[in-house]
């Protein structure tokens, strides 16, 4: 079944009507609150004036206390509209991350199974051309395989001559090895690192 790519407006239209909150006492209860606070600052302390800051400050409490509830009253009615409005948005979000998801992972699969074919076909192409030379039965294709080589940007004909040149330094190597003294301790460990001085230097410290 073909996908079609199904067209979305961006132009999204959302009405916002702002809510203006008129608290008409402000300027009158600031200037009442600041000479009150400024009296209190000012004034010579004693028993007497301090009873009176006290009761001052303790109407000035009850103010406070209604100001502060009519806030979070007025505070809660305004993020209802808001919370609804979130809920809808977080809603289609999740919606789309779901798919964004599900896109995701169907992408890894395809660049996992184009990979595992690219890996079946470059060991098809190993088996062929390892299959003429005498030293076929010791090196495999995991000693040729390299991780790059499974990228999409490595072209097959790029493998191909890198296998050519990596099998024939292979034959070099093994011809190498076949004149010198104790051989076969010297291919067990070339066939650990295919790194020809580093093989000898170790068998000939073990003798």
Same mark, same amino acid.
Do not use: C
């Given at each position: 079944?073909? *996908?079609?790519?199904?067209?979305?407006?961006?132009? &999204?239209?959302?009405?916002?009507?702002?809510?203006?909150?008129?608290?008409?006492?402000?300027?009158?209860?600031?200037?009442?609150?600041?000479?009150?606070?400024?009296?209190?600052?000012?004034?010579?302390?004693?028993?007497?004036?301090?009873?009176?800051?006290?009761?001052?400050?303790?109407?000035?409490?009850?103010?406070?206390?209604?100001?502060?509830?009519? !806030?979070? @009253?007025?505070?809660?009615?305004?993020?209802?509209?808001?919370?609804?409005?979130?809920?809808?948005?977080?809603?289609?979000?999740?919606?789309?991350?779901?798919? %964004?998801?599900?896109?995701?992972?169907?992408?890894?699969?395809? @660049?996992?199974?184009? !990979? %595992?074919?690219?890996?079946?076909? &470059?060991?098809?192409?190993? *088996?062929? !051309?390892?299959? *003429?030379?005498?030293?076929?039965?010791?090196?495999?294709?995991?000693?040729?395989?390299?991780?790059?080589?499974?990228?999409?940007?490595?072209?097959?004909?790029?493998?191909?001559?890198?296998?050519?040149?990596?099998?024939?330094?292979?034959?070099? %190597?093994?011809?190498?090895?076949?004149?010198?003294?104790?051989?076969?301790?010297?291919?067990?460990?070339?066939?650990?690192?295919? %790194?020809?001085?580093?093989?000898? *230097?170790?068998?000939?410290? !073990?003798?």
């Amino acid at each position: 079944m073909k *996908n079609e790519v199904i067209e979305i407006n961006n132009e &999204i239209d959302i009405v916002v009507k702002e809510g203006k909150i008129a608290f008409k006492q402000y300027k009158a209860l600031l200037t009442t609150a600041q000479k009150t606070a400024d009296e209190i600052s000012n004034i010579i302390v004693s028993e007497d004036t301090i009873k009176s800051s006290k009761k001052m400050v303790a109407e000035w409490k009850k103010t406070v206390n209604v100001l502060e509830d009519k !806030r979070k @009253e007025i505070k809660k009615s305004i993020l209802i509209p808001y919370k609804s409005f979130e809920q809808q948005v977080k809603e289609i979000v999740s919606v789309i991350n779901g798919a %964004d998801t599900i896109v995701r992972t169907q992408i890894r699969e395809l @660049e996992e199974k184009e !990979r %595992d074919d690219k890996e079946d076909e &470059i060991e098809e192409l190993f *088996n062929e !051309r390892v299959s *003429n030379y005498t030293f076929k039965e010791l090196v495999t294709f995991r000693h040729f395989l390299k991780n790059e080589h499974l990228n999409k940007t490595v072209s097959m004909k790029k493998i191909d001559s890198e296998l050519t040149e990596w099998l024939e330094k292979r034959k070099s %190597d093994f011809e190498y090895i076949n004149t010198v003294e104790y051989k076969e301790e010297v291919y067990n460990e070339y066939l650990k690192s295919f %790194d020809v001085v580093s093989s000898i *230097n170790i068998v000939t410290q !073990r003798h």
